[in-house]
């Protein structure tokens, strides 16, 4: 087993005397790719920023390569970060402002112009080397950015939501090339975004945070399947995994919306009067024809988007749900429609506010 990338140890963070990073510990292996995730405000960057050094840790400790890095200068890290805004030097060409990091380290001459060559052929930018910012598309810039930190043969990459000025469709194709540069570079990658799909699609290793806190890291896979609460749960997937309220029957069934389903894969936990949440992914509830194990449910909208269609609905008692189709007719609003929650795909959280997984004690 070869030492840790980056290693967290306990790493906290206050502004003043308000908390906002409370305490993580993280392992992160040579060559991974570990994306941080979360919504607005949770701590991605301030945890990024503290790992490059542009931010103190109020307590805790870094290291790279099994090096304590924790008051050292960023310069000192074998990092390099690539942000959101470029901020390109706008009189100089993309070539100058490729060589620029090496010749302020006074590297020589002949090697500034080998890697910046190298770094503009990894990135497809070798034609534009010699134009200025100003004469480059976004992606292109973003390219540029890229190449600024390859060209500095860093340890650790890290990305704090390097494609987020970039419109839908280049978002997609810069994400493909991030992907790549990963394989092609094997160096150990940290990316944060607050995109999901980036997250999934990234990541060997997605890191999900919330208040400051690691709410769960795992594989995509990992994640997406078997997430430990209700927050993991309705944050990683699009559209967001269906919550809804459940009560356990007596003969181990359970009841959603007067509804009475069979208890297989229940867990013993949820008794008889229990009241717990059980989670569904859209893609997984089928349309039934009417059977013992179909809810009705009200068609409120359609949504057609040619290879999906998003049917959301209401069931008597008012909870929402959405339906995800790969094909079938269009269905009108105001139409009743029989739903089947097939039992391999139903997870079961405890209705508080912490909302954690409940699963069989005997699995
Ligand atoms: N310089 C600062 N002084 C005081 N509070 C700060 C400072 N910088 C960040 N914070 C607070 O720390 C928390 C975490 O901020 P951070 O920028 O890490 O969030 P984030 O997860 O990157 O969010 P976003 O997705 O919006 O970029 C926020 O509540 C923020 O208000
Ligand atoms: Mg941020």
Not at 29 to 57: H, N, Q, W, Y
Not at 227 to 244: E, H
Request: hydrophobic share 40%; proline share 4%.
């Amino acid at each position: 087993m070869d030492k840790a990338s980056v290693c967290l140890k306990n790493i906290r963070k206050s502004y003043g005397n308000l908390p906002v990073v409370h305490g993580i510990d993280l392992d992160i292996r040579e060559g991974e790719f570990v994306v941080f995730v979360g919504p607005s405000g949770c701590g991605k960057s301030t945890l990024l920023r503290m790992i490059a050094g542009l931010e103190d840790v109020t307590d805790g400790e870094i290291s790279i390569k099994g090096r304590d890095v924790t008051d050292l200068d960023p310069s000192d890290r074998g990092i390099v970060m690539v942000f959101q805004s470029y901020a390109l030097y706008p009189h100089m060409s993309v070539r100058e402002n490729l060589a620029f990091g090496l010749k302020m380290a006074r590297t020589d001459a002949a090697e500034i112009s080998r890697r910046v060559d190298q770094a503009a052929a990894i990135l497809k930018i070798d034609q534009l080397l010699e134009r200025r910012p100003g004469q480059l598309s976004g992606g292109q810039r973003q390219r540029v950015a890229i190449g600024r930190a390859i060209v500095r043969k860093p340890d650790v990459f890290l990305f704090d939501e390097p494609l987020s000025n970039l419109d839908a469709e280049l978002r997609v194709s810069m994400r493909i090339e991030i992907a790549r540069l990963h394989r092609e570079l094997g160096n150990t990658m940290i990316y944060v975004t607050h995109d999901q799909t980036e997250a999934m699609t990234l990541a060997d290793k997605i890191v999900v945070l919330r208040n400051g806190k690691v709410e769960q890291s795992g594989s995509p896979r990992e994640i997406y399947e078997n997430p430990s609460n209700v927050f993991v749960a309705g944050f990683i997937g699009s559209p967001r995994m269906n919550f809804l309220k459940a009560v356990g029957q007596a003969g181990r069934s359970f009841k959603i919306a007067g509804n009475e389903f069979d208890g297989l894969g229940l867990p013993s936990q949820l008794l008889e009067g229990t009241e717990f949440m059980m989670g569904i992914r859209p893609e997984h509830i089928a349309i039934a024809a009417d059977g013992a194990r179909a809810i009705s449910a009200r068609v409120e909208f359609f949504e057609y988007l040619g290879g999906t269609r998003y049917i959301y609905c209401s069931l008597e008692d008012g909870q929402n749900l959405v339906v995800e189709q790969r094909s079938g007719k269009d269905i009108e609003a105001g139409s009743l429609i029989a739903l089947d929650f097939p039992a391999e795909h139903r997870l079961y959280f405890d209705s508080d506010a912490a909302g954690r997984r409940v699963v069989n004690q005997h699995q």
